[in-house]
């Protein structure tokens, strides 16, 4: 099977294990609407201040709930040392790095619908078919350049005490740049793009986006040693 085969095969698993265990996956999504709710009581919803704060909240919202998803994506396999079980198949390690990054990047775009429905409620946000499109297509961005370095923290951290401490003080600052060209590319669909700036912070966007999957997926492996 081409590395691209396994891939495919683990994201598979991931996904599968996901929807069996759907209590984790329904966690997720509760986490990041209860972050929604209690961003929209601190600042004043309505208006021009809640349509400038939405964006911000909206990016924020996805990375705090993009770490329970990213602990869930490595602790089977660190239970009972499966993960050795894992590695004595004949499957690379890049593609297991690049499936698990696929599965949680999915598991990340499908929050995608609830959080932008109740960002829409809470901040009073007029959306189209045109916004809807591009929103769409940052959020996908957006989720894969939280997934890339995530997956990868998240297979080093497996086997600590404190991963659930040491996870996100790593995984937040790789993910700034994200942030910002994220928040800066929402906030011109939210509030529009009168000078035209939108299609230079989604190629920079983008361009974090290679970098981070590349990167990570080199350095994949040597997480797997002792």
Not at 51 to 69: E, M, Q, R, T
Not at 134 to 153: K, M, N, Q
Request: glycine share 8%; with cysteine.
């Amino acid at each position: 099977m081409s590395v691209l085969g396994q891939a495919l095969a683990v994201a598979r698993k991931d996904l599968l294990l996901g929807w069996r265990g759907r209590t984790r996956t329904l966690a997720v999504a509760l986490f990041g609407m209860v972050t929604l709710v209690l961003f929209s009581f601190a600042v004043a919803a309505d208006g021009e201040v809640g349509v400038s704060a939405a964006a911000g909240f909206l990016i924020v919202a996805l990375l705090l709930s993009s770490i329970l998803a990213l602990e869930e994506s490595f602790r089977l396999e660190a239970e009972d040392r499966a993960i050795e079980g894992l590695l004595l198949l004949p499957v690379d390690p890049v593609a297991i790095y690049y499936g698990k990054a696929v599965a949680n990047t999915l598991l990340l775009v499908l929050l995608g619908p609830i959080l932008l429905f109740l960002t829409a409620i809470f901040f009073s946000l007029q959306l189209d078919g045109a916004n809807l499109a591009g929103l769409a297509v940052l959020w996908f961005l957006a989720a894969a350049g939280i997934a890339a370095p995530g997956t990868l923290y998240a297979s080093m951290t497996s086997r600590l005490t404190g991963r659930d401490v040491i996870l996100p003080l790593l995984l937040f600052p790789l993910t700034l740049p994200i942030l910002m060209t994220g928040v800066r590319s929402f906030d011109l669909i939210l509030r529009g793009d009168a000078m035209s700036q939108l299609k230079g912070w989604i190629l920079l966007l983008t361009a974090f986006d290679l970098v981070y999957w590349i990167l990570c997926g080199a350095l994949f492996s040597r997480t797997l040693e002792e």
